[in-house]
């Protein structure tokens, strides 16, 4: 069983960065893939961000070249940094780690950007 755990999320205006942290209960090295998603109110949870185990990193397309996935493997940490936050970005954003094909999900962590 791993257990993640993210932090970071908060109020911010718009245009301003949050940096979202996924902590992992275990090393995250043997990952299939690590990835954030998000969920705003009444609608689907979206894939934003994802690490393949080769470092592959994929975003979704409507926070490229604002949004950047990282990982410290010292840390068992995944970061998100958001920069240019938009009001549309406000959602509960949630890390996902596979490993060995078992997918794990931390609570979330709410993120509101006002206008």
């Known amino acids: 069983q791993v257990q993640l755990v993210e932090s970071g999320g908060g109020s911010v205006q718009a245009g301003g960065s949050l940096r979202l942290s996924c902590t992992a209960s275990r090393s995250i090295v043997p990952s299939t893939y690590v990835t954030w998603y998000r969920q705003a109110p009444g609608k689907q949870r979206d894939m934003v961000a994802i690490?393949?185990?080769?470092?592959?990193?994929n975003y979704l397309d409507s926070v490229k070249g604002r949004f950047t996935i990282s990982t410290d493997n010292a840390k068992n940490t995944i970061y998100l940094q958001m920069n240019g936050l938009k009001p549309e970005d406000t959602a509960t954003y949630y890390c996902?780690?596979?490993?060995?094909?078992?997918?794990?999900w931390g609570k979330g962590t709410l993120v509101t950007v006002r206008s």
């Open positions: 690490i393949m185990s080769d470092g592959t990193k």
């Open positions: 996902n780690a596979n490993f060995y094909g078992v997918t794990y």
